[in-house]
Nanobody
Framework: QVQLVQSGGGSVEVGGSLRLSCAVS????????ATWFRQTSGDEREAIAG????????TYVYSVKRRFTISQDKGTKTIYLQMTGLRPEESGIYSC??????????????????WGQGTQVTVSS
């Protein structure tokens, strides 16, 4: 049974930093693609950063480039999202998701069969 367990998140002031973690277990494939999604105040979930396992190729949406960094610990299969320069409009639910490599589009939530439980990020001004 594949499980993605998230930790981190919380509240921070504008311009602050937070780190999210997503621990993957039970996945038997040798390659996967993991992505962080964000859902803000009623909007659809948006893919913001993705990374391939085991090669570590990273993809970002323009709005978070040079502020957010996705990384992974290949030994523990944990994916991280380091967020800096946070803005109030980036408050919302952040979720990690995983799909087999090469299947579907990285930025489409329907491509991902496995999801973390989501965590709230609140940025106050």
């Amino acid at each position: 049974q594949v499980q993605l367990v998230q930790s981190g998140g919380g509240s921070v002031e504008v311009g602050g930093s937070l780190r999210l973690s997503c621990a993957v277990s039970g996945y038997s494939g040798s390659m996967y693609y993991a992505t962080w999604f964000r859902q803000t105040s009623g909007d659809e979930r948006e893919a913001i950063a993705g990374i391939s396992y085991p090669f570590g190729f990273e993809t970002y949406v323009y709005s978070v480039k040079r502020r957010f960094t996705i990384s992974q610990d290949k030994g523990t299969k944990t994916i991280y999202l380091q967020m800096t320069g946070l803005r109030p409009e980036e408050s919302g639910i952040y979720s990690c998701a995983l799909k087999p490599s090469g299947e579907g589009d990285w930025n489409s939530e329907t491509s991902y069969p496995y999801w973390g439980q989501g965590t709230q990020v609140t940025v106050s001004s």
